[in-house]
């Protein structure tokens, strides 16, 4: 019994020093989250946002769209700084959600523009909050960040929605070009 243990870890050891591993990477990993932008554009009922132009250095690192749970879409960002900022979208209850969503914040009775809108700023203990209320959807940039990077994020959203597809039935359909959020027609900060 004893050799063959020692014949089991000498094989890991001899594994684990031919296995390529770095140290110094960094942990948090980018992910690309083209697939289910396009997906959420074609399932939500608003028009789903997502930044674009963002300065350098910034990077995506989670995605979801959660159609059970008030169509909720999140995009989470890394900032240079490595402050997290998060988009939030869903047709749920603004006050539940932003509440559930932001950890608590509130609202501070301030506003803040960006993006050719008006955000109304929340603060709490865990993240900070720039929320946009239109009709049927409410939209929430929050993070560790500081609000001038919320705004940042705000500005860059886009958002866009698919148009009504004419290919033949099982063709796919793409979505719309992106719409800049501050014209009329796109949801808020989307």
Not at 7 to 29: M, Q, R, S
Not at 40 to 56: D, I, K, T, W
Not at 84 to 91: D, F, L, M, R
Not at 103 to 110: I, P, Q, W
Request: aromatic share 8%; glycine share 10%.
């Amino acid at each position: 019994m004893f050799q063959s243990m020692a014949v089991i870890c000498a094989a890991a050891a001899v594994i684990y020093l031919f296995v390529p591993h770095d140290e110094n990477a960094d942990p948090l990993k980018a992910v690309d989250y083209g697939v289910e932008l396009v997906t959420a554009q074609r399932a939500a009922p608003y028009p789903v946002a997502a930044p674009e132009g963002l300065p350098e250095g910034w990077r995506a690192t989670s995605v979801s769209y959660r159609r059970e749970e008030g169509n909720a879409w999140h995009l989470g960002y890394l900032t240079p700084e490595r402050e997290y900022v998060a988009v939030e979208q869903s047709t749920a209850d603004p006050k539940r959600y932003i509440g559930d969503v932001s950890h608590g914040a509130a609202a501070t009775g301030k506003t803040q523009q960006a993006g050719g809108r008006s955000w109304e700023r929340w603060e709490g203990d865990k993240y900070d909050a720039l929320v946009l209320r239109e009709k049927g959807v409410t939209t929430v940039v929050l993070g560790t960040a500081p609000f001038e990077q919320l705004g940042t994020m705000a500005a860059a959203l886009t958002s866009a929605q698919p148009a009504p597809s004419t290919a033949p039935s099982g063709a796919p359909s793409g979505p719309s070009g992106a719409v800049p959020s501050g014209e009329p027609g796109t949801s808020a900060g989307d």
